[in-house]
């Protein structure tokens, strides 16, 4: 395969970095695998471990936005890298450290490398848009990877976010519905969080209007942050008396936080939470009963979905080729090309689908619940 050497790109990316102030290195990982080792961090500037490659071989690159959550490198990368292979390609990787500056100069660094095709789990979705456009002006291909980024010429490879907010929504209503609701949403610049917060107001909009639900504390978490998410439901605690009935959180990681809030007022387990990801703590959690769902997205379904599409792309398929796609419009009126996965809903009543999944054992599930309390911790 023709390598490309985007030395026109590597300047205009040069240009953004400079517009957004950047003067200093950020951490960052890049990393070139074929044999599936995983990303390693430093706090200096980018540094790269290479490996021949012949001009026929497929690279695929990978901008993760931060490694460091538990999903990324348990779920997703594993499953990305074992579908590249297969088809014939090589992994190479790099970690932004949810700086967007960083992200931007590594673009760079992967398609200095020989990346074919990219896959861009995006810090901020607006702020890379630049760098995806010069991509694709290049002939290289681009995946935004679970968040989208609204660029016509870009693959989008989600689940159903809107279904997801739906889903978590649902569970959380029909335990509470009536009274007094915090909602912690993700990201401001993330648009997974407003298809979220879609998806929930589908649920609870028409009794939020005829006053059974009261809406006490309503934000953006920027990166998401767990620790952030604590703080802001110890604030709406406080400004309610702890009045508060349910708290419906956008992701796994946030209901850490806010189900440490609530530990500190003696409020966990009475107040129902939701989640989403499937992450380890939060599945035990749901067992435990102090958090009420976690809707579960298969991230292997996804990182095989993006690895599959890269190495079809990379060799010569358009979008509409890819299998599974179907048209989205976005947000801002951007007709995209995606592929949405299914989400499940899990709670103590099925707690053995991601078991017998070979998610999660039944040991790290059912760590510190009462033997009997629920079917799967028997």
Request: hydrophobic residues 45%; charged residues 20%.
């Amino acid at each position: 395969m023709f390598k490309r050497r985007n030395l026109a790109l590597m300047a205009v990316i040069a240009m953004m970095i400079a517009a957004c102030g950047g003067d200093g290195a950020d951490t960052t990982t890049a990393t070139t695998e074929a044999t599936g080792t995983t990303a390693a961090t430093t706090t200096t500037e980018a540094t790269t471990e290479t490996t021949a490659a012949t001009d026929d071989e497929i690279i695929v690159g990978v901008s993760w936005n931060n490694y460091n959550e538990e999903r990324w490198a348990k779920w997703d990368e594993p499953a990305m890298k074992a579908a590249i292979e297969a088809g014939g390609g090589s992994y190479i990787s790099a970690d932004a450290g949810s700086s967007e500056e960083q992200q931007i100069t590594d673009v760079e660094n992967l398609i200095s490398q020989g990346a074919d095709v990219l896959i861009i789990l995006a810090q901020n979705v607006d702020a890379i848009r630049p760098a995806v456009a010069s991509a694709l002006e290049q002939g290289i291909p681009v995946i935004g990877y679970d968040r989208l980024i609204a660029d016509p010429g870009a693959l989008y490879v989600t689940f159903d976010n809107v279904g997801v907010g739906r889903l978590m929504a649902e569970v959380i209503f029909e335990q509470v519905p009536t009274g007094n609701y915090i909602i912690i949403k993700g990201n401001g610049s993330d648009a997974n969080s407003d298809f979220l917060r879609a998806g929930i107001e589908e649920v609870i909009g028409a009794a939020v209007a005829a006053g059974d639900i009261t809406i006490v504390g309503e934000t953006y978490t920027d990166n998401w942050d767990g620790a952030l998410a604590q703080t802001e439901t110890e604030q709406f605690l406080t400004q309610a008396n702890n009045d508060v009935q349910a708290v419906i959180s956008e992701n796994d990681g946030m209901a850490t936080g806010v189900v440490a809030a609530l530990e500190a007022q003696g409020l966990a387990g009475e107040v129902k939470v939701s989640g989403q990801d499937g992450d380890l703590t939060a599945l035990n959690r749901v067992a435990l009963g102090t958090q009420s769902v976690s809707v579960w997205k298969d991230a292997r379904e996804l990182g095989t979905a993006a690895g599959e599409a890269a190495i079809a792309l990379a060799g010569g398929a358009t979008l509409a080729d890819i299998a599974g796609t179907i048209q989205f419009e976005a947000p801002d009126g951007t007709m995209m090309t995606s592929i949405f996965l299914d989400p499940h809903p899990i709670t103590p009543d099925n707690l053995n689908l991601v078991v017998d999944a070979g998610w999660i054992s039944v040991e790290v599930l059912c760590e510190g619940v009462t033997a009997g309390s629920v079917a799967v911790c028997g």
